[in-house]
Nanobody, 115 residues
Framework: QVQLVESGGGLVQAGGSLRLSCEAS????????RGWYRQAPGKQRELVAR???????NYADSVKGRFTISATNAKNTVYLQMNSLKPEDTAVYYC?????????WGQGTQVTVSS
């Protein structure tokens, strides 16, 4: 059973930075894309950033210019560099990896941005 393990969340002041990491417990073949989603209390889960196996990226409008997604094939790792954080970025962030037959999800990591 593949598990995605996220790390890097925490508490930061507005304007600060965090880097999230997501590593698969074992190799996943035929990854189509990797991404980060977030869910704030009382809100639906939303896409934050996504990177395809070909390197194409897309971002939520609210994070463009502040967040950067990157990935390596080593241990199916995906990163999210978050700069200029705002209180509205506070949420649980989830890693996602789109396999050939199914999606894989991490357990989530809390990001809290204080004003």
């Amino acid at each position: 059973q593949v598990q995605l393990v996220e790390s890097g969340g925490g508490l930061v002041q507005a304007g600060g930075s965090l880097r999230l990491s997501c590593e698969a417990s074992r190799s996943i073949v035929n990854i189509n894309a990797r991404g980060w989603y977030r869910q704030a209390p009382g809100k639906q889960r939303e896409l934050v950033a996504r990177i395809t196996s070909g390197g194409s990226t897309n971002y939520a409008d609210s994070v463009k210019g502040r967040f950067t997604i990157s990935a390596t094939n080593a241990k199916n790792t995906v990163y999210l560099q978050m700069n200029s954080l705002k209180p509205e970025d506070t949420a649980v962030y989830y890693c996602n990896q789109e396999g050939l037959y199914r999606d894989y999800w991490g357990q989530g990591t809390q990001v809290t941005v204080s004003s």
